[in-house]
T-cell receptor
Framework: AQSVTQLGSHVSVSEGALVLLRCNYSSSVPPYLFWYVQYPNQGLQLLLKYTSAATLVKGINGFEAEFKKSETSFHLTKPSAHMSDAAEYFC?????????????FGQGTILTVHP | NAGVTQTPKFQVLKTGQSMTLQCAQDMNHEYMSWYRQDPGMGLRLIHY???????DQGEVPNGYNVSRSTTEDFPLRLLSAAPSQTSVYFC??????????FGQGTRLTVV
């Protein structure tokens, strides 16, 4: 079985500040890890993914995440927050193989960006 | 490309009614899934499919049926709607280990 825990259901930062959204996972097999973003009343959009290549993954809109196997973590960061980053962010894990279509999601973190 | 198309976008049902949520993808993806999104719970997998004619249950399958007769379509059927099924439903398609592409969602209210 696999699971995802996102620490903090709400994170608030000032514009220009560092964004750090935390994600820890558990998986019995090497995982595929993803971060998705959801803007109000929209579907989910992929920010970045880890699929066993480089442990530091760069995504869209200046976001990046580092896979740390020893800590079972995949935290999402952005050096400087922008107002347009305000959204809900989801970390997700898949175990691959015939489970490619099966994502297990964390509960989500709502990011608020203050001027 | 349209990507993943879900219909309808909004629906209100009375308890006990049945309905089908439609999902179609035009990317020739093998894997398709249905999720429900509830506040504070993230997205939870209802059913998924690894190809035409092959489906399996996810985490919360009770009260829902699926079938996959073609690669493109993956409808979700609510057999007898209950207030607990009030939620936002998302369909997704995936090619291998790549990203999942999500539809815009169906907001369902059961009264």
């Amino acid at each position: 079985a696999q699971s995802v825990t996102q620490l903090g259901s709400h994170v608030s930062v000032s514009e220009g500040a560092l964004v750090l959204l935390r994600c820890n996972y558990s998986s019995s097999v090497p995982p595929y890890l993803f971060w998705y973003v959801q803007y109000p009343n929209q579907g989910l959009q992929l920010l970045l993914k880890y699929t066993s290549a480089a442990t530091l993954v760069k995504g869209i809109n200046g976001f990046e995440a580092e896979f740390k196997k020893s800590e079972t973590s995949f935290h999402l960061t952005k050096p400087s927050a922008h107002m347009s980053d305000a959204a809900e962010y989801f970390c997700a894990v898949s175990s691959g193989g015939t489970s490619y279509g099966k994502l297990t999601f964390g509960q989500g973190t709502i990011l608020t960006v203050h001027p | 490309n349209a990507g993943v198309t879900q219909t309808p976008k909004f629906q209100v049902l009375k308890t006990g009614q049945s309905m089908t949520l439609q999902c179609a993808q035009d990317m020739n993806h093998e894997y398709m899934s249905w999720y429900r999104q509830d506040p504070g719970m993230g997205l939870r997998l209802i059913h998924y499919s690894v190809g035409a004619g092959i489906t399996d249950q996810g985490e919360v399958p009770n009260g829902y049926n699926v079938s996959r007769s073609t690669t493109e379509d993956f409808p979700l059927r609510l057999l007898s709607a209950a207030p607990s099924q009030t939620s936002v439903y998302f369909c997704a398609s995936t090619l291998g280990a790549g990203e999942a592409f999500f539809g815009q969602g169906t907001r369902l209210t059961v009264v």
